[in-house]
């Protein structure tokens, strides 16, 4: 029974990370994992970012072979990365127990990453490695997509569990809005981002394991 694990790691803890920690730079969002021959091609977005000091910072890596636009637009730009993944021990571990990258988002320093295994023993496997490696990460949401409505948190953490609910009971999505984030984390003893986090991980997580699930089940019905 496979098992999804959203995960935070350290730029300087794996090769593509490394490659695109580029300082002063925003948000990169990974849009796919393109196989070319026996190499595999990242597709990314960069948001707010000078385009030709990004490409010449990030090909200066000595992993990186070139950095090729495919799309701009008034405040992102795409990019593919042809680089020599060899030493990237993080995403070779993923391959090597079948695991799948889903998502991967990155600040420069920090990445989120969504990953796919195909059962709880690869993923004890995956993060035994990793720790025999010297690559640490947390993590902080673990579901079955196959049953997202186990359980009555739809696959939330406690944290983010508790800050949707005060959200809901403080008016933070009544029209107009009550409550601001930032009373939200006084509140909680936490962060302004930490809330925004929170919150944000929880509204994609709950759409994960509710809208999809329902869809994947309204096609099973059509085809009884």
């Known amino acids: 029974m496979s098992v999804i694990v959203e995960l935070e790691v350290s730029a300087e803890s794996f090769e593509l ?23 595999v091609v990242p597709l990314f977005w960069l948001y707010d970012s000078d385009p030709e000091d990004f490409v010449d910072t990030v ?31 993080l ?5 090597d127990l079948g695991g799948f990258l889903l998502s991967a988002a990155g600040t420069g320093t920090t990445w989120t990453l969504q990953i796919r295994f195909p059962d709880h023993e690869a993923l004890t496997d995956f993060h035994e490695r990793c720790t025999e490696q010297n690559i640490a990460f947390e993590v902080t949401n673990l579901y079955n997509p196959t ?11 406690e944290p983010q569990y508790e800050t949707l609910l005060l959200a ?7 029209i107009p809005r009550q409550v601001s984030t930032r009373d939200l984390a006084d509140e909680l003893g936490v962060s302004d981002q930490a809330v925004t986090e929170r919150l ?9 394991n509710t809208l999809r699930a329902g869809e994947s089940e309204r096609r099973d019905d059509a085809t009884r």
């Open 59 to 89: 090909e200066a890596n000595a992993n990186v072979q070139y950095v090729t636009v495919f799309e701009e637009t008034n405040d992102r730009t795409l990019y593919a990365l042809q680089w020599d993944a060899t030493d990237d021990r």
């Open 168 to 174: 809901r009971e403080r008016g933070y999505y009544d």
């Open 17 to 39: 990370g490394r490659a695109l920690a580029v300082p002063g730079r925003s948000d990169i969002e990974l849009e796919d994992m393109i196989p070319l021959g026996d190499d």
């Open 200 to 208: 944000r991980r929880a509204i994609r997580t709950l759409t994960d």
């Open 91 to 95: 995403l070779g571990t993923l391959s």
């Open 147 to 157: 049953r997202p409505s186990a359980g009555r948190w739809y696959g939330l953490t």
